[in-house]
């Protein structure tokens, strides 16, 4: 008869059993069942840490048919029979906690503030002292200073430490990766992000190149000012255009049609909504169509000339609420800044890309005045928040917000729409830092041709930003669209 201890399994479990004699695999015919034995014997095997210490990992006592009741336990050493009930003999108990959970940065990513770094995450306390959390960043310690049960602090090293985790591995981003390590369970929380900073060399080559360049600037002067006088009549030229630009605008004001959006109404599909607004007929397709009862107003986002952004929960009618953003237009007197106002909205409901922002719907209120529903941006406009951040941001997000403009930029081009005014102001931030295009009040559609001549004389040209040929021709394409002097 063979009797022997299996390892720690499930409760339930059904397998083969083998057995090695000299080095030959012997494998049951049978298969057997993990059964509670009661009253069982649990071993784990210790470290000694020295003379005088020794440390052993806490049984798997998960499928113990037990709460939190004391549990007695000795130590096998050399055949001492007496260390066998150490507990019972020392009157010493053994208490279980459930294990700690620690909550991943929001995105994957987290930005330096201060000096420490402060964790969330519950039972994080439990049996445990600060000094025994292990928290890196990449391969450097943050020593843990004050933990209690939801929260955990730690003092971050001053310098960016290298990309990666602990382990010299997960570089792919570039960035450091947080990880803590709580006894015996690891948990990987994300990215940190530190705010760039100048190196001494940025500091001293400056200060060596400066009086070269000097010598340099004043040599280039003097064969600019030679040119200088070659392109003022050039210029001369172009100013003139740019003036003579917003005098045919104004001058054509009177003469836009309303039978043109008429028309475009007439030839929609019956399948939408009809709706009547300032004596005017105007469609909303119905798979965009919101009730305005769905919509909580809150705060005011912001305010301009052309109309409000309001805060607003959309009530769906699956029992899902959602943050939203709602749009409205300050003047819906005149028929033209309404048809503006529902074109901008119908442009973005044909989108659906991650950099290029989408419409919820369409609405009217109390007194039929139109409201565009957008998602709600949690971080606004992406001019505001290189502004607010400017002292915090880190070359690496820099350059994520570029090519996100540059992808949203590329999906437009891809579907045949000029944006005509890409500016930051005109970028939205949301909580997870993806930038999104929006503000489509100058788009146009360009699947008839793939350039057009601007011939509205109610949109607002963005002079500061307009390409050498939109402000000399009036011609706009894909490549006029990303022109930055």
Request: proline share 4%.
């Amino acid at each position: 008869m063979l009797e022997c201890t299996t390892t720690a399994g499930q409760v339930g479990y059904q397998g083969v059993v083998k057995v090695s004699f000299d080095g030959a695999m012997r494998t049951s015919a049978d298969l057997y069942t993990y059964m509670y034995t009661e009253n069982p014997t649990i071993t784990e095997e210790c470290q000694g840490e020295s003379a005088t210490e020794m440390q052993c990992p806490s049984p798997n006592i998960t499928d113990l048919d037990i709460s939190n009741e004391n549990l007695t336990f000795g130590f096998i050493m050399d055949g001492v029979t007496q260390l066998l009930t150490w507990s019972q003999d020392n009157d010493a108990n053994l208490e279980y906690f459930e294990d700690p959970m620690y909550n991943k940065f929001e995105g994957g990513m987290k930005e330096k503030e201060g000096e420490t770094l402060t964790i969330t995450g519950e039972r994080i306390d439990s049996a445990i002292k600060a000094g025994e959390i292990i928290v890196t960043i990449g391969v450097e310690r943050c020593p843990v200073s004050l933990i209690t049960g939801t929260t955990l602090v730690c003092e971050l090293p001053d310098e960016a430490p290298a990309a990666g985790d602990y382990m010299g591995e997960d570089t792919g981003k570039g960035l450091p990766v947080v990880w803590v390590r709580h006894n015996n369970l690891k948990f990987r929380l994300g990215y940190l992000v530190y705010p760039s900073t100048v190196p001494l060399v940025a500091i001293l080559v400056p200060s060596l190149v400066i009086p070269l360049s000097m010598a340099i600037l004043l040599a280039a002067t003097f064969v600019y000012c030679k040119q200088l006088q070659r392109k003022r009549t050039h210029d001369r030229r172009l100013l003139g255009r740019i003036v003579a630009i917003h005098l045919e605008i104004d001058s054509h004001v009177k003469r836009r049609k309303w039978y043109r959006s008429q028309k475009q109404s007439e030839s929609t599909q019956p399948k939408q909504k009809r709706i009547v607004l300032n004596n005017k007929v105007s469609f909303v397709p119905d798979d965009i169509h919101i009730d305005f009862s769905q919509l909580e107003f809150g705060e005011t986002l912001g305010q301009g000339a052309f109309g409000r952004v309001l805060k607003a929960v959309l009530h769906d009618t699956s029992g899902e609420d959602q943050i939203v953003a709602v749009k409205t237009v300050q003047d819906t007197s005149d028929p033209k800044n309404v048809v503006k106002f529902l074109e901008e909205g119908l442009i973005m409901k044909t989108f659906n890309h991650v950099n290029v922002l989408g419409l919820l719907g369409l609405t009217f209120d109390a007194d039929k005045n139109p409201l565009v529903v957008i998602p709600f941006m949690a971080n606004g406009d992406l001019k505001t928040y290189l502004v607010k951040k400017k002292q915090t941001l880190a070359t690496s997000l820099l350059m994520r917000f570029a090519s996100h403009a540059a992808l949203g930029m590329s999906y437009l081009a891809q579907h045949k729409f000029v944006h005509r005014d890409l500016a930051a102001r005109n970028c939205m931030v949301d909580s997870d830092l993806l930038v999104k295009i929006a503000d489509f009040g100058l788009s146009r559609d360009m699947h008839e041709s793939d350039y057009y001549t601007s011939g509205d004389a109610q949109a607002k040209l963005p002079i500061k930003w307009m390409a050498p040929e939109s402000m000399e021709r009036r011609v706009y394409n894909a490549r006029t669209d990303v022109v930055r002097n």
